[in-house]
């Protein structure tokens, strides 16, 4: 009978268990994973029979933060916010709150109506609807049968 010795997997690349054990709870930390995903605010897109939504989730901004333009067919909403620096007394020993800038941008369907648009923040959800064109909503009627 021949044993086959098995390399430890927390040993593969040479490293001590302690050494790697470090590493794996650092890129695992919720600070340092939340910082490697995308900065830029989950939207949500629903359509209804008169409307387009659009729902931008971001919390701890101001209805002043935000811009939103319209540029031929396509909808922009952008941030624009720098950091203030406050002197506090208070000592922190993790500080996460952080929004810099982004910019979402969407183009809206043809029959989208570029002049029925309207945009309100509660809650911390930017949400934006646009109306639609007469001739584009669903004209719904029944047909008799002969």
């Keep these: 009978m021949t044993l086959v010795k098995f390399a430890n997997p927390a040993q593969r690349n040479g490293l001590s268990p302690l050494f790697s054990d470090v590493f794996e709870s650092v ?9 490697l995903v995308s900065k830029i605010p989950a939207v949500n897109i629903a359509e ?12 701890g901004l101001k209805k002043e933060d935000f811009k939103v333009n319209l540029d031929k067919n396509v909808i922009s909403i952008s941030v624009e916010r720098s950091s203030e620096n406050t002197e506090d007394a208070k000592k922190y020993n993790r500080r996460e709150y952080s929004y810099t800038s982004f910019v979402r941008s969407f183009t809206l369907p043809e029959a989208a109506d570029q002049n029925n648009i309207s945009a309100e923040y509660t809650d911390g959800v930017l949400k934006i609807n646009v109306g639609k064109r007469e001739e584009a909503k669903n004209v719904t009627r029944e047909i008799s049968i002969k």
């Design 27 to 35: 890129f695992n930390d919720s600070f340092v994973s939340d910082r």
């Design 48 to 59: 209804s029979e008169d409307e387009y939504h659009i729902e931008l989730a971001a919390p």
